[in-house]
């Protein structure tokens, strides 16, 4: 029995016995559960091979009467919604940008029985974030410029002899990256590909000696760009170099 289920068969104990008389007709607290679930399959997107983005703020529109059936449950049904939306969202692999919000309000143009459910992803809060995935550890890229190798001075640093000391860098602008090759000693694949420089587009894969690392771009809660002084890696992608503000 998945989580809504036992949720709906709570709230149906609940209605049957302290909340009969008041929920006899109109709105009921499971027909809520359900429309938030439906909402965050209904709005979830794809944004790389293994992260969905689900909106984390919702507005539960009810009719006037509803409305005031729902409020005599008090905080607890807020609270139960809420912790319905995150275990349905962990069972679908759903990602949320920010902490969910829920709401319920009153629509003076819906008619008693009926509900409405308006969601989206909180304003300002969506950021993207490049990370490398390196057997099973995943390592957020920080800076413009990422050096990988098997040296104490790479910014990531691997322990694989089939690498050199500074092999490759992944350039990363916040938007779009590029994989190149350091000179290395055994080279360096994209894709099974033999590459000295290319786009590094999201879930591609780079072979380093024996070593696979995987690009990837999350979404995050909190902007995190690259430093902008790293000049080299504005160049690298052709992009004109900001001059001092005026």
Known sequence: MGLLDSFEKG?????????????????????????????????????????????????????????????????????????????????????????VGISLTRDESLSTGTLRVDSETAAGTVSWRGVVDIDGQRHPLVKARTVIGRGSDADITIPDAGTSRRHVEILWDGERAMVRDLKSTNGTQLNGQKISEAPLPPDSTVTIGRTDIVFRVVPQAAPARPRSADADATRAFGLPERGPSA
């Open 11 to 99: 709230l149906e104990r609940a209605v049957n016995s302290a909340f009969a008389k008041t929920f006899r007709s109109g709105i009921q607290p499971v027909e809520i559960a359900s429309a938030l679930r439906s909402e965050l399959d209904k709005k979830a997107a794809v944004v790389s091979r293994d992260r969905i983005l689900a909106p984390n703020t919702f507005t539960v529109r009810l009719s006037p009467t509803d409305d005031e059936r729902m409020a005599q449950l008090g905080a607890a049904l807020g609270d139960e919604l809420d912790t319905l939306v995150k275990a349905h969202a962990r069972t679908q692999g759903y990602s949320f940008a920010g902490p």
